[in-house]
Nanobody, 119 residues
Framework: QVPLVESGGGLVQDGGSLRLSCAAS????????MGWYRQAPGKQRELVAT???????NYGDSVKGRFTVSRDNAQNTVYLQMNSLKPEDTAVYYC?????????????WGQGTQVTVSS
């Protein structure tokens, strides 16, 4: 079973909105932090937003005020609501989770979902 499964990417126009989802499944015992990172062509992977099991959030400077991360602990799912999208938001978005998986602490990445914002 795949530990993290992302959905919701796609093509959207400048100023539009998208919502990403990431569901954790399999041998998770507990998940401390879930979140999103992104990587554009030729650039390093960067923080988008993270959220702890207690609801504390952290955002990258470039998305503050436009993106909102939320989490359903009962469903082990994290969401990213992206509003006022810009062409520079175009990237592969990766879900990330840190917690106890198969009895060990692990930092696990999803397979990535493409977000493309057209100008």
């Amino acid at each position: 079973q795949v530990p993290l499964v992302e959905s919701g990417g796609g093509l959207v126009q400048d100023g539009g909105s998208l919502r990403l989802s990431c569901a954790a499944s399999g041998s998770w015992i507990s998940i401390n932090t879930m979140g999103w990172y992104r990587q554009a062509p030729g650039k390093q992977r960067e923080l988008v937003a993270t959220i702890t099991s207690g609801g504390s959030t952290n955002y990258g400077d470039s998305v503050k005020g436009r993106f909102t991360v939320s989490r359903d602990n009962a469903q082990n799912t994290v969401y990213l609501q992206m509003n006022s999208l810009k062409p520079e938001d175009t990237a592969v978005y990766y879900c990330n989770a840190f917690g106890r998986y198969n009895l060990r602490y692990a930092n696990i990445w999803g397979q990535g979902t493409q977000v493309t914002v057209s100008s």
